[in-house]
């Protein structure tokens, strides 16, 4: 009896990370063509304007350009490796955010402030997630940034010519600025995520609420029920957007180095994009991208990226909180 007690106690632990892995793999196939767009124009050395040299020029002629020359298939170009870093990335965060958010919750000054224990949990989360998952994020990167038919011919293919060449080292480039970009990220994340939730839920409980003009847009929307104790799927959508544009705004510039760390000693495989972008680490990227390309050029893909992640993470808490309240209900 002990030993199926433990069984059983295991395979709900398993729940929130599988519903997190799942919901990542939906998502990211869903918005695999924006990340392609954003990709290429973070590792544009040239500004993103029509001018000479400039490949792309804008989110949309990035698209129909990369659909132009590549095919169909070209805007999902790196979708396996993409989907592994999804799944990998989705179970590292889920599962640490849900043990530690139940831990924190048995913490008095964690407990009575919600707000801080969303943000703390979901830094390390994002952290944990990140560093389990940087090696798939590594491979799909280049392999969106090299040239047609040349550079690795598969995924695996990839991640053997990388250990072999560079070691376990060229697997994790960009991990610094990774963990730093996706720490605060996903803590924004979880805690914009929430707050949207708490705030709305409270609102519409208010006695005040019928007194005010925004309960006419919350109905409008249809984003939560009138005096609701429960988050609807409408709300879940809107909160997780604001979430996911807010956090991944507030980061970008990191994101950017991480793309631009991860194609180092990868020149010889990306001849026909212009410039490639050469540095030796996260403070000369920065400084690099400054002096040639201006602030602004810290932010080049920037609308593609919060684009997809407004829609990615909509759709991830969404199908998050389906299926684990689906696989609640599920007696395991």
């Keep these: 009896m002990e030993r199926q007690e433990q069984k059983i106690s295991w395979l709900s632990n398993l729940k929130a990370p599988m519903a997190g892995a799942f919901s990542g793999c939906v998502t990211r196939a869903i918005t695999q063509p924006l990340d392609c767009s954003k990709v290429r124009l973070q590792l544009q050395v040239e500004p993103v304007a029509n001018v000479a040299g400039a490949r792309y020029t804008g989110t949309i002629q990035?698209?129909?350009?990369?659909?132009?020359?590549?095919?169909?298939?070209?805007?999902?170009?790196?979708?396996?490796?993409?989907?592994?870093?999804?799944?990998?990335?989705?179970?590292?965060?889920?599962?640490?955010?849900?043990?530690?958010?139940?831990?924190?919750?048995?913490?008095?000054?964690?407990?009575?402030h919600s707000d801080t224990r969303h943000f703390i949990c979901?830094?390390?989360?994002?952290?944990?997630?990140?560093?389990?998952?940087?090696?798939?994020?590594?491979?799909?990167?280049?392999?969106?940034?090299?040239?047609?038919?040349?550079?690795?011919?598969?995924?695996?293919?990839?991640?053997r010519l990388i250990f072999v060449n560079e070691g376990v080292r060229g697997l994790f480039r960009g991990l610094g600025p990774s963990v730093l970009q996706v720490a605060p990220l996903t803590a924004i994340q979880f805690w914009a995520y929430n707050v949207v939730i708490e705030t709305v839920l409270d609102y519409t409980k208010s006695e005040y609420v019928n007194h005010y003009p925004y309960f006419i847009v919350i109905s409008i929307i249809n984003i939560t029920n009138y005096r609701s104790s429960r988050a609807t799927p409408h709300l879940i959508l809107f909160a997780g957007a604001i979430g996911g544009i807010v956090s991944k705004t507030a980061v970008y510039?990191?994101?950017?180095?991480?793309?631009?760390?991860?194609?180092?000693?990868?020149?010889?495989?990306?001849?026909?994009?212009?410039?490639?972008?050469?540095c030796k680490g996260l403070c000369d990227c920065l400084a690099r991208t400054i002096s040639?390309?201006?602030?602004?050029?810290?932010?080049?893909?920037?609308?593609?990226?919060?684009?997809?992640?407004?829609?990615?993470?909509?759709?991830?808490?969404?199908?998050?909180?389906?299926?684990?309240?689906?696989?609640?209900?599920?007696?395991i």
């Design 62 to 112: 990035t698209l129909i350009a990369i659909f132009r020359d590549e095919g169909v298939f070209g805007l999902w170009k790196g979708h396996i490796p993409a989907q592994l870093l999804s799944v990998f990335y989705g179970l590292g965060q889920f599962a640490a955010y849900d043990q530690l958010n139940s831990a924190g919750r048995h913490v008095k000054l964690l407990n009575e």
């Design 122 to 159: 979901g830094g390390i989360a994002g952290a944990v997630g990140n560093t389990v998952s940087t090696p798939f994020d590594v491979i799909r990167t280049r392999i969106i940034a090299q040239d047609h038919g040349r550079g690795y011919s598969s995924m695996r293919d990839g991640l």
């Design 253 to 278: 510039p990191l994101d950017l180095c991480k793309k631009r760390l991860q194609i180092q000693k990868f020149q010889n495989s990306r001849t026909t994009y212009g410039e490639h972008f050469i």
């Design 292 to 331: 040639r390309e201006g602030y602004r050029g810290l932010f080049k893909g920037l609308l593609p990226s919060v684009i997809k992640s407004g829609i990615a993470t909509a759709l991830h808490f969404f199908m998050y909180e389906e299926l684990l309240s689906i696989l609640v209900r599920v007696q």
